[in-house]
């Protein structure tokens, strides 16, 4: 194996073994130190965390598997337990965001550490990964040390009796491209679900009924909310917020110089026991 491409399967796994660490020391931290975590999911978390550090050492099928699925159960085990209101919103995003970059640098650099002894990481991905490959395969496309030629270049350099597969080649490129991004769109989608979700708890709980003679309750300030989710940008919070309001789940209130709060709109008994 040329040296250059050598020393470039050994910076992705320097890389690899980098991210891994982090997360794991994330897992830790958190199991820790979380805010109101319960004891079985700390456990729970720290078993990742000695699965994610023991197997990024090794190369071989089984430790790669092992590693994506205590990964994968990081995340997993994050979104129930913020649904279920035993771990925060922030050490939520903290684990999905590490987990899934990690994840998806696993996906990009499986090429450069294909046929390293044992590493089968096409095991552990989307059958769309294997279609890209074997289309580059069959259409003569080869992986160039500096740069990295696209189908469609090969396609448009006509070579004679491989035109044709290297036509195929392309479109399943195409295919695989379009199918990744509605992958993509659809974990956003699911992501602003569940931090929607999260969001009018959090409202439900923080908006206290009003004392007898004091008027109406008053409900969350804007400026509180961005505090309890400090890793989400104002737009994205205004958003989230409009999107409740339309729904008829929460109310806008305006006081002033107070600011902006938002309550839970009020609803029938027969209203909570269908939601329950």
């Known amino acids: 194996m ?6 470039r399967k050994e910076g992705v796994r320097t890389e690899m073994r980098r991210r891994a660490f982090a997360l794991a020391a994330a897992l830790i931290r958190i199991a820790r130190a979380g805010q109101g975590i319960a004891p079985e999911l700390a456990a729970a978390l720290r078993r990742s ?22 990964v994968r159960t990081s995340i ?13 919103y922030f050490d939520c995003n903290t684990i999905t965001s590490a987990g ?19 590493l089968q990481l096409q095991d552990l991905f989307s059958a769309d990964l294997q ?5 580059a395969k069959s259409g003569n496309v080869e992986m160039q040390e500096k740069e990295e030629a696209s189908p469609l270049q090969h396609v448009q350099e006509g070579q004679g009796e491989d035109t044709e597969a290297q036509q195929e080649g392309l479109a399943s490129y195409g295919e695989s491209l379009a199918g990744e991004n509605k992958s993509a769109t ?19 709980r923080s908006t206290r009924p009003a004392a007898a003679g004091a008027g109406e309750q008053e409900g969350c300030r804007f400026r509180d909310l961005q ?15 409009e999107k409740l309001v ?21 609803r029938g008994a027969a209203a909570e026991a269908e939601e329950m």
């Open 2 to 7: 040329p040296n250059s491409a050598q020393h």
């Open 49 to 70: 965390a000695i699965e994610i550090t023991v197997a990024v050492e090794d190369s071989d099928s089984e430790h790669n598997a092992i590693l994506v699925r205590a």
């Open 76 to 88: 997993a085990l994050s979104r129930l337990a913020v649904e279920e209101g035993i771990l925060s």
């Open 100 to 118: 899934e970059s990690f994840l998806k640098f696993l996906d990009k650099t499986a090429e450069v550490l294909q046929g390293e002894a044992g």
């Open 131 to 135: 279609k890209i490959k074997v289309a």
């Open 186 to 204: 659809a974990a956003n989608a699911a992501k602003a679900e569940m931090r929607q979700s999260i969001l009018l708890q959090h409202i439900r």
């Open 227 to 241: 505090e309890f989710f400090p890793e989400v940008s104002e737009r994205t919070l205004r958003y989230d917020l």
């Open 246 to 266: 339309r729904a008829g789940l929460v109310e806008r209130l305006r006081h002033g110089r107070g600011g902006t709060y938002y309550r839970p709109v009020q």
